[in-house]
């Protein structure tokens, strides 16, 4: 599974981005979530959706401000966030791993595919 995030940027609290990630391979993931990464800090679960039925998880702390959804026609994970905050700023990486079971949608290390990753600024 290959993956390709894009979208990040700097933007203002209250400010809204869109992240993508265009996946490609031969194996579809069960599940496909996004996590980040801030400065000095461990890679932490934001959001994951099962990839047949669209069910949704996400992190308490971006519950009701960041969507996550699938176009599965073009094999393409997005992550809308609204109302950002200075504390959301980090590195969100995309991910996949076509072993993935419920129970490990939020563990990092049960993913073996990521994306490059892209930077998410939030300015106060």
């Known amino acids: 599974v290959q993956l390709q995030a894009s979208g990040g940027g700097l933007v203002q609290a209250g400010g809204s981005l869109r992240l993508s990630c265009a996946a490609s391979g031969p194996t579809v993931s069960r599940y496909m979530g996004w996590f980040r990464q801030a400065p000095g800090k461990e890679r932490e679960f934001v959001a994951a959706?099962?990839?047949?039925?669209?069910?949704?998880y996400y992190a308490d702390s971006v519950k009701g401000r960041f969507t996550i959804s699938q176009d599965k026609s073009k094999n393409m994970l997005y992550l809308l966030m609204n109302s950002l905050r200075p504390e959301d700023t980090a590195v969100y990486y995309c991910t996949a791993d076509p072993s993935i079971i419920l129970s490990n949608v939020r563990v990092s290390r049960a993913y073996n595919y990521w994306g490059q990753g892209t930077l998410v600024t939030v300015s106060s």
């Open positions: 959706i099962r990839w047949s039925g669209g069910h949704t």
